[in-house]
């Protein structure tokens, strides 16, 4: 066979997995759109999203959102918009996402039947759906956690100038919606010198951070400038992020913070199975870390896939910076995700990541201490117990 056959082969079955995804892309936002509806109905989204959509109206309760509160300004540009566009921004959100999701398995050479199977359990877990379907912004700080983590791994693999620049747009952009990404970056930032190559000397240490957090100052620096030039002064700005919940007093009563609220080790053990029932598959990485020479060498997305999530929580818990477990569990699950779409894995991986992702859907819609915030409480009941 010539390599011209090979070739015209290989770009083939690549068009046939873009299609493939942009169909998944469509369907996923078919049924992200009926969820949407269904809860409509029942009245439960008024007010989430009456709450979301008041936050562009008020510069101070940007509280370091400063690109999710940029779009969400202009998506009030638009005529006729009101907080329901911001549900069908999430649900176009999503479904792109399962079509992304599905067209990164069929590259690394998931059959046709488990990328479908992988991509529904993930369109049915309970945090996908609450994501996609309450037009929240967290949804876009758990996208760009999987765009960090397949730029870590691509760092990881490559250690090229280009990835790691790519890798430092990624957590730019992250800082810039949410004020609790510095949870998720300081920890990669701590384990990315012993997992990268050619970097053998503190001077090679400090031009890796250099390189990867320079994005992140200056797009930082040049908000605060931004701010400054209409009279508020960077102190106030920085004050509002490093503020319990970020100035959001009332939010600092939450039930997770009541029983957590300023400790580290007891949320993060509490974090731990959480995010372990919500996402199973978040074993294979420690398994991948036990049997495989070269995930041990270069470790940091598979950690980041494991621990991610329950430091990020725990972190965030500790400095009063988050009103539950969903953030935590979210970017695990965006980890995990980026993770198992990045590797290769053996038919009997590929089957034991399907089994594990469907008891985990299963333990999230059935186990009653999931559902102990108010907030969840609200959109099951809303969802499964419509008028």
Known sequence: MSAG???????DRQDGHAVGGALVMVAGTVWYAFIADLLFVSG????????????????????????AAMLLSLTRQVPDAGPQTLVMLTVLAGGFTLGAFYWRLRRVHWGLLEALAAT???????????????????LLAVLLVGVVALALDRASTIGDAQSLMA?????????????????IALPILALLPFCLRDVRDSGSATALFLLTMFPALIAVGGILLAAATFGEAPTYAINR?????????????????????????????EL?????????????????????????????TAL?????????????????????????????????????SSRRLQPAERLLWLLWLAIGVV?????VWVWDDPDRLAWRHALLHRP
């Open 44 to 67: 439960h989204l008024n007010q989430v999203l009456e709450r979301v959509w008041l936050v562009s109206e008020d510069p101070a309760a940007v509280a370091g959102q400063w690109l």
């Open 363 to 367: 333990l999230c819609w059935t186990t």
């Open 167 to 183: 890798l430092g747009l990624a957590l730019a952009a992250l800082v810039l919606t949410a004020p609790d990404a510095l949870y």
């Open 272 to 300: 731990l199975p959480l995010c372990a029932v919500a996402m199973p598959p978040a074993l294979l990485p420690l398994l991948s870390l036990l049997v495989r020479p070269e995930e041990r060498e270069r470790p940091v």
């Open 5 to 11: 056959t090979v070739s015209a082969e290989y770009t």
């Open 120 to 138: 529904a359990l993930l369109a049915l877990h309970p945090a996908t759906l609450m994501l996609a379907t309450t037009g929240q912004t967290l």
């Open 304 to 340: 980041l896939a494991l621990l991610g999530g329950p430091i990020s929580g725990a972190g965030a818990t500790l400095f009063w910076h988050t009103a539950g477990p969903l953030p935590a569990i979210a970017t695990g699950m965006a980890a995990v995700v980026a993770w198992s």
């Open 241 to 269: 992020w490093v503020a319990p919940m970020h100035g959001v007093i009332e939010a600092a009563n939450t039930p997770w913070l009541v029983r957590h609220g300023g400790q580290f080790f007891v949320p993060f053990l």
